[in-house]
Antibody, heavy 116, light 110 residues
């Protein structure tokens, strides 16, 4: 069965960087785009960007351009998202999601806390 | 660029029917498919409607989606409400490859 398993919770200080992982299984990794979506406390879902695991091309929401980098490792079927210059308002649950005409599978989410 | 606007919250009694709207700020709602996602507390979102009105397998037919060009809105209708339907609901569409989410609607079933 299709699974997206995300890396564990992170606690970071403002100004630091972090790299989240999303490991895919149960399907052909390069055939489906992966998106990252976050939900901050008291807020709604926010789309961050997309990566094509088959070609590594990416597209980021304007808000995150210059601060977010998405990469993939086809040997381990894993997608990564690195966020730099973390701020307190980056505190959120981060989700990876597979797009197959819609977000048809989601990871379990990674809690990220940014605090001094 | 466009925004999708949803009511912040709605509430209804068990067994009743509720409709959640999602209004597109500019451009035609009919030009790009709309999806709807349900997110219960502590869980990842799940899809309940895709391509305006299609249900993924396993989603009960109590959930239905539609679009209305006259109001430039999409709607999610849930009939036969149960307490399990209490969740946040999000509409989502596409803006030239950039995904757009509505602000979300908290459904309370009481």
């Amino acid at each position: 069965q299709v699974q997206l398993v995300q890396s564990g919770a992170e606690v970071k200080k403002p100004g630091a960087s972090m790299k989240l992982a999303c490991k895919a299984s149960g399907y052909t990794f390069i055939n489906y785009y992966i998106h990252w979506v976050r939900r901050a406390p008291g807020q709604g879902l926010e789309w961050m960007g997309i990566i094509n695991p088959g070609g590594s091309n990416t597209r980021y929401a304007q808000k995150f351009q210059g601060r977010v980098t998405m990469t993939r490792d086809t040997s381990t079927s894993t997608v990564y998202m690195e966020i730099s210059s973390l701020r307190s308002d980056d505190t959120a649950v981060y989700y990876c999601a597979r797009w197959g005409y819609y977000f048809d599978h989601w990871g379990q989410g990674t809690q990220v806390t940014v605090s001094s | 660029n466009f925004m999708l606007t949803q009511p912040h919250s709605v509430s209804e009694s068990p067994g009743k029917t509720v409709t959640i709207s999602c209004t597109r700020s500019s451009g035609s709602i009919a030009s790009v498919y709309v999806q709807w996602y349900q997110q219960r507390p502590g869980s990842s979102p799940t899809t309940i409607i895709y391509e305006d009105n299609q249900r993924p397998s396993g989603v009960p037919d109590r959930f239905s989606g539609s679009i209305d060009s006259s109001s430039n809105s999409a709607s999610l209708t849930i009939s036969g409400l149960t307490t399990e339907d209490e969740a946040d609901y999000y509409c989502q569409s596409d803006d030239n490859g950039y995904r757009v989410f509505g602000g979300g609607t908290k459904l309370t079933v009481l």
